[in-house]
């Protein structure tokens, strides 16, 4: 691996099927044990239920207000400094109930590529 610094790109965010908006950080085959994407979800959205099959996934929250669902567990309400520890598989969905976008890193380990996501809505359907 080579040292490297990686410049924001004004205007790469994208819509992603699971309902959020995506702007990929780092996410790269030179640097495979890890990837980092900054998540926008809208005022009043809910992402898809979904899981990362073999990847552990973190949300750091950065602005918004959200209600985070995992597996079996109850609704956690999370703001600005949270951090959501998602293991490899764990169905998962977030909320935004607040006034303002909710906004979050998503750092995945090994690095997010999209044969990993499972989109479990459509696997019920």
Same mark, same amino acid.
């Not at 702007?23 to 898809?48: F, H, K, M, Y």
């Not at 109930?97 to 995945?108: K, N, R, T």
């Not at 499972?118 to 359907?125: I, K, R, S, V, W």
């Given at each position: ?32 044990a890890v ?6 979800? @809208?005022? /009043?959205?809910?992402? %898809?239920?979904?899981?990362? $099959?073999?990847v552990v996934?973190?949300? +750091? ?7 985070v669902e ?16 998602? @293991?490899? /598989?764990?169905?998962? %969905?977030?909320?935004?109930? $607040? ?5 979050? +890193? ?20």
């Amino acid at each position: 691996m080579l040292p490297l610094i990686k410049r924001l790109e004004p205007g790469t965010e994208y819509y992603f099927e699971e309902g959020c908006f995506i702007t990929e950080l780092s996410n790269s085959e030179q640097d495979p044990a890890v990837s980092v994407a900054r998540a926008r979800v @809208p005022v /009043g959205g809910t992402t %898809r239920w979904h899981a990362l $099959g073999g990847v552990v996934e973190r949300y +750091l929250i950065e602005a918004g207000q959200g209600d985070v669902e995992l597996g079996e567990l109850l609704p956690q309400k999370v703001s600005p400094g949270d951090m959501v520890l998602i @293991p490899a /598989g764990c169905a998962q %969905r977030i909320r935004n109930i $607040g006034s303002e976008p909710l906004v979050f +890193l998503a750092i995945c380990s090994p690095r997010f590529q999209p044969d990993c996501y499972q989109d479990l809505e459509a696997e019920a359907g």
